[in-house]
């Protein structure tokens, strides 16, 4: 099909998959990837030949060249770029971009990670700080590694606005509670605020369970031409707008503590969609820390700057909640190989089409949500990326 370059095209994620998430120990990272492709392309009712445009990031020496090497894709379009979490945010951006532009026709996104596994077996270790080179050469010998710079972050915003240690605890209950109907969860238990609180010291003031797991797992994501859409297996989920935004590296140079980059992203993305913060069903949030989720929603224009603690109470966050956040669980309970933000869009767009099964947000009288956003994140608030999607 010859691209079109005479007006924007519409774009739409028309296929989403998991591979096998958890407890992976008889996977490479290839093969994850391998297996959310294809499930993702299965979803999509389209043929692989399709495919012009691949994005990858954070495999092997040439991330996208090697991995569309190995799912057997010779792609005309490629992106890889890798600013941490808010990562599958920023490519879909540049995906929906290159398609409306006619630079592309259907973009596959795929992320697959065997982070947990790795250490389990001593294929790797744990990492303390992204490295020492560069400016980071005047954080790294101090021992500040990348949770204390969100543990700082935290403690400011308690010290400015009052926020506390029981309100970031009920992000974490809360992402639980949202986990426990997720069959593909890592975590499904009840959790209670005493017991976020009880748990070991990782970086004052977060505890264990205010830190996010450490999986297996992928996700792909097929995003194409609305040509492509009366082909597909399934209704479409439109990419209606999106946002890109960086801040810092060196937390000397971040101005506000308690302002993350979500705040220029969030704003782009729901002017270029034509809404409000207001009209969202659901929101995805990256969320390696219950901070994390609660200035989000506040730079995304859910709460006021401040209110974010107030707001995560009184279980607005559950998936019967005010607003449903982190409807699988999260990165706090479901799943969080790595670079997290792909499982964001595909699970937003499942809550879509309405295939959550026991874990499908509902609105009054039973329907289905129409808008969801999704915003991941980068680094220590370093970057970030917001999509904003809808049925319609």
Request: charged share 20%.
């Amino acid at each position: 099909m010859a691209p079109l370059t005479q007006r924007r095209r519409r774009v739409a994620a028309v296929g989403i998959a998991l591979s096998d998430t958890g407890r992976v120990d008889d996977a490479t990272p290839y093969a994850l990837h391998a297996q959310a492709a294809r499930r993702a392309l299965a979803d999509s009712g389209l043929d692989r030949s399709v495919v012009d445009g691949f994005g990858s990031a954070g495999l092997g020496t040439l991330a996208p060249v090697e991995v569309a090497e190995y799912l057997g894709l010779r792609p005309t379009w490629v992106d890889s770029t890798a600013v941490g979490g808010a990562t599958w945010e920023v490519m879909a951006a540049h995906a929906a971009d290159a398609i409306a532009a006619g630079h592309a026709n259907a973009v596959l996104l795929v992320y697959g990670s065997t982070a947990r596994a790795d250490i389990k077996a001593g294929r790797r270790t744990s990492n303390l700080s992204f490295g020492a080179r560069g400016p980071l050469q005047f954080e790294a010998p101090y021992g500040h590694t990348l949770i204390s710079k969100y543990a700082m972050a935290a403690r400011r915003h308690m010290h400015q606005y009052g926020t506390t240690i029981e309100q970031l605890a009920e992000v974490a209950v809360q992402a639980r509670a949202n986990a426990a109907t997720n069959p593909d969860a890592m975590f499904r238990e009840p959790i209670t605020v005493d017991e976020v609180l009880s748990g070991p010291m990782i970086a004052d003031p977060f505890t264990k369970l205010h830190c996010c797991i450490r999986s297996d797992g992928g996700c792909a994501v097929l995003l194409a031409a609305e040509e492509y859409v009366p082909d597909t297996a399934k209704a479409p989920v439109w990419v209606l707008g999106s946002g890109t935004s960086v801040s810092h590296t060196t937390m000397s140079e971040w101005e506000d503590f308690t302002v993350s980059p979500a705040a220029v992203s969030g704003r782009l993305a729901f002017e270029r969609a034509g809404v409000r913060p207001a009209d969202v069903d659901l929101a995805e949030i990256y969320d390696a820390f219950t901070y994390m989720t609660l200035v989000t929603l506040e730079d995304l224009g859910f709460c006021a700057k401040g209110e974010g603690g107030t707001f995560v109470v009184k279980g607005r966050l559950l998936r019967q909640g005010e607003l449903p956040v982190n409807t699988d669980g999260g990165g706090l309970s479901a799943c969080h190989p790595g670079m997290r933000g792909l499982f964001l869009l595909v699970e937003a767009v499942r809550q879509l089409r309405g295939e959550a099964g026991a874990g499908q947000v509902r609105k009054a009288g039973g329907r289905l949500p129409e808008l969801a956003v999704a915003s991941g994140t980068g680094g220590w608030f370093c970057s970030s990326g917001t999509v904003v999607l809808g049925r319609e």
